[in-house]
Structure formats: structure tokens, C-alpha cells
Nanobody, 129 residues
Framework: QVQLVESGGGLVQAGGSLRLSCAAS????????MGWFRQAPGKEREFLGA????????TYTDDVKGRFTISRDNTKNTGYLQMNSLKPEDTAVYYC??????????????????????WGQGTQVTVSS
């Protein structure tokens, strides 16, 4: 199993930046893809983007493309979500997730929440206007 712990959330003014971190333990970090999601009050959790095990394949939703950047450091067992040009509508709890296979096959990225079996506890991001 994989344990994930997010950090780096907080309060920021519109137009500002934050970098979220996702520290992983358990399964070999470089064996699985990671996804980032968020859930705003009263809304369903939504996919933001994902990165493959190597860090070379990424995808983003149109809403965050060009503003958010996902990366990972396999030597530190940590994933990152760099968020720039933040807007009040980005206010949400942000989650990282791991797509781990039952065996030891490296997993590819996915946009589907159901493909991710391990989740962090979430970190609150609040953007003030």
C-alpha cells in the first residue's frame, strides 16, 4: 500500500502562487502514476492533472492548464503541484492520489478518480479576492 501526505496549502491572494507537496511512503515511488484532484465546497471532487511514474508524461484539465504544473522527484518520494495565477474559484481541498497496480507493473496516467486507490488526507487552499 501507499501512504500519501499533502502539505503546502494555505491562504493566498488572487494572482498569487502556492506549491503543494505530496510525500509518499510504502510502495516504490517510481512504480506508479500520481494524480491531483480538488473538491470545492458543495461540489464533487474533480481531476486536475496527472503525471506518469517517470515524470515525462503529463496531462491537465483545461481549467488549470498553463497555470498549474505537476512534477515529481523520485529521489525524494515526493510529488508537487505548483499553482500560479490563483483565482478565488480555485478555493478547495486539494488531494494527491496514487495509481498503484496489484502487482509491480508501472502504472500509466489516468483521468478517472476510480483508477486511484491511495489518497492523501487533503490540504486546504483558500484564495481571497
Amino acid at each position: 500500500q501507499v501512504q500519501l501526505v499533502e502539505s503546502g496549502g494555505g491562504l493566498v491572494q488572487a494572482g498569487g502562487s502556492l506549491r503543494l507537496s505530496c510525500a509518499a511512503s510504502g510502495r516504490t515511488f517510481s512504480s506508479y502514476a500520481m494524480g491531483w484532484f480538488r473538491q470545492a465546497p458543495g461540489k464533487e471532487r474533480e481531476f486536475l492533472g496527472a503525471i506518469d511514474w517517470s515524470g515525462s508524461i503529463l496531462t491537465y484539465t483545461d481549467d488549470v492548464k498553463g497555470r498549474f504544473t505537476i512534477s515529481r522527484d523520485n529521489t525524494k518520494n515526493t510529488g508537487y503541484l505548483q499553482m500560479n495565477s490563483l483565482k478565488p474559484e480555485d478555493t478547495a481541498v486539494y488531494y494527491c492520489a496514487a495509481r498503484v497496480s496489484p502487482g509491480f507493473v508501472r502504472t500509466s496516467i489516468s483521468t478517472k478518480e476510480s483508477d486511484y486507490g491511495s489518497w492523501g488526507q487533503g490540504t486546504q487552499v483558500t484564495v481571497s479576492s
